[in-house]
């Protein structure tokens, strides 16, 4: 049982739902609301929980969790506004009802009878079963069902993500890995460099964002240094700024 003396696990999402409604109904600012208007805050809140997994702050883990929770019952409130018959239309149950179904259905060595070896597996068959599902939408909007194994990569994620992203999805279907790397046009080292990481069983993005975060804490501590002898950063040479990049090493 919860401290809420409810053992149902999940119930306060219902108390969300209705706070959410009530604000719909009663702020100007939240009823003005569009699922255009609020994109950029889905953003946010994504890279604001991102930095926190990276900080390793698990109490504020779950507050930022519960900024992303509040644009997915955000966006479902708009949306179950719409008309009844309206295409637009869904409710935050739909959006829940649509994950638990896909969830379900690329799981069957959970919740079917299909056996598996190991994640290697488990990791193939969700690419068959993605590429059956594209395939059903491609009939679905009038098709022939033909698709390619790089459908449904978004292009408007960070451009190390999304080349990272294009290099294992085509590889994960057969693309040989070797044709991966620099096509000698602008950004080509950069793609081979991800491809490289890759390769290594790193993932590009985040060993780049552990990369920056390196450079930040060592260029801050040149500058602490640089402080502490009464020195002004902004004043220094480019010698000065090598003895002191020297000394933050030693720290």
């Not at 969300?16 to 939240?30: A, G, Q, S, Y």
């Amino acid at each position: 049982m919860d401290a809420t003396g409810d053992g149902t696990r999940g119930h306060r999402l219902l108390r969300l739902v209705e706070v959410m409604d009530t604000l719909r109904r009663e702020c100007p600012w939240d009823r003005s609301q569009t699922h255009e208007s609020l994109a950029k805050y889905l953003l946010q809140e994504a890279y604001e929980t991102l930095e926190t997994i990276e900080g390793g702050d698990a109490a504020l883990l779950r507050e930022e969790l519960g900024d992303v929770l509040l644009q997915v019952v955000f966006h479902a409130a708009i949306a179950a506004e719409r008309p009844e018959g309206d295409p637009a239309r869904f409710t935050v149950d739909d959006v829940a009802d649509a994950i638990i179904d896909k969830m379900t259905r690329r799981h069957p060595h959970v919740f079917g009878g299909t056996e598996v070896s190991g994640a290697d597996e488990v990791r193939s068959n969700w690419e068959a079963i993605k590429a059956a599902e594209r395939a059903e939408k491609a009939r679905a909007a009038g098709g022939d069902g033909s698709t390619s194994v790089l459908d449904g990569v978004p292009f408007a994620q960070p451009a190390v993500m999304l080349a990272h992203e294009l290099q294992k999805r085509a590889v994960r279907n057969g693309f040989p890995a070797d044709l991966v790397g620099d096509d000698g046009a602008e950004g080509g080292e950069l793609f081979a460099a991800v491809a490289a990481e890759q390769e290594r069983g790193r993932d590009a993005e985040m060993d780049l964002r552990a990369a920056a975060r390196r450079f930040d804490a060592r260029v801050r501590a040149a500058e602490h240094a640089a402080r502490s002898d009464g020195r002004e950063p902004r004043e220094l040479s480019e010698e000065e700024w090598r003895a002191y990049w020297a000394k933050s090493e030693q720290e």
